[in-house]
């Protein structure tokens, strides 16, 4: 296995937050379903202190991770936060049970995630705020508006969307400034390629939530393997170096409860694919699980 000894390149968001590549995406440090605390508290922290300690400047959370768990963890672990700390947060789901992600992204609503997000975040300005995914039940214009207000308050600094197809995507670069996007991509599911793309075009960040399938491409047997070994690295690690090659405006975020997983995962930042593993790895799942 690669170990770590250096950190990917940087991006640049929204003109003014240089960001490692690399993140942390804190979902996984709460309960089963994304509900309630997760098994070890104290893992979790140290989890979110060694991120940080390894390099990390991009922690991705939302409201409704627990909901509220994610986001105090990260209070309690990380509060006051180092200078260059960019905590991503999001807005705009409901939190009825375990599993359970019903859509909310009414403007009234929110304003409300935002405000509790500052608070628990013990914030007086969210860096970068994403709208959750958008709600059929309300126009895109009302919900980016209402971010727009929120950036205009100066609680906000910058607005990401996330979960948005091609169209909603250019509806949206028409109505604000978006400066990140989050979609599902990874390996073996690339649905999001053409946003990508548009991303890139754009020079825009990618965030692709899901980048370890579940940790499913983290798994021995898959087509992964033999480049894994040719680089004395793991798949998870080649997974994730694959993103990061995939185009330069990728962030991958990969979620762990676990300090061992994070510290093979951020190893991946070292691991460099050649352009004929790149392409021969998308031709060879294409189609097909890793798992
Ligand atoms: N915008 C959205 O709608 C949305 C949706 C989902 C997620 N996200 C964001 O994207 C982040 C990443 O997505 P994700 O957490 O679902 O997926 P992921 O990073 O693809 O996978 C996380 C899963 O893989 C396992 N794992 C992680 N590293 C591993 C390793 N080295 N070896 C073996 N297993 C490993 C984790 O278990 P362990 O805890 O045991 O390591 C966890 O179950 C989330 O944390 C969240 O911030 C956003």
Redesign the pocket.
């Known amino acids: 296995m690669r170990n770590l000894d250096g950190m990917s390149e940087t991006l640049t968001i929204g003109g003014d937050l240089e960001v490692r590549r690399l993140g942390f995406?804190?979902?996984?440090i709460t309960g089963s379903g994304i509900w309630g605390p997760p098994d070890d508290p104290d893992e979790a922290r140290a989890v979110l202190r060694r991120a940080v300690e390894l390099g990390v400047n991009l922690i991705?959370?939302a409201d409704s991770y627990g909901p509220e768990v994610s986001e105090n963890l990260i209070a309690e672990a990380l509060y006051p936060y180092p200078d260059e700390l960019v905590i991503a947060t999001?807005g705009g789901l409901r939190r009825t049970g375990p599993g359970q992600w019903p859509r909310d992204a009414r403007p009234e609503r929110l304003k409300e995630c935002c405000e509790g997000s500052l608070r628990r975040l013990r914030l007086e300005r969210i860096d970068l705020y994403q709208l959750?995914?958008p709600d059929p039940a309300v126009p895109l214009e009302d919900s980016l508006g209402a971010l727009k207000e929120l950036q205009d308050e100066g609680k906000i600094r910058h607005i990401g969307v996330?979960?948005v197809s091609l169209d909603e995507f250019e509806l949206a670069r028409e109505l604000i400034d978006v400066v990140t996007v989050?979609n599902?991509y990874?390996l073996v599911d690339r649905h999001a390629e053409d946003v990508l793309d548009a991303c890139e075009d754009a020079g825009i960040g990618f965030i692709p939530?899901?980048?370890?399938?579940?940790?499913d491409l983290?798994k021995p047997g898959s087509p992964l393997d033999e480049v894994a070994r040719a680089h004395d690295a793991?798949p998870?690690q080649v997974a994730t170096a694959w993103l990061l090659a995939r185009s330069p405006v990728t962030l991958p975020?990969?979620?762990?409860?676990?300090v061992a997983?994070l510290e093979?995962?951020l190893a991946a930042g070292e691991l460099r694919l050649s352009d004929p593993e790149v392409d021969g790895l998308a031709e060879q799942v294409r189609g097909r699980s890793a798992a």
């Open positions: 995406g804190a979902m996984r991705d959370t999001k959750h995914s996330s979960n989050q599902r990874n939530w899901f980048p370890l399938a579940t940790g983290a793991t998870g975020i990969p979620g762990t409860s676990s997983h093979e995962n």
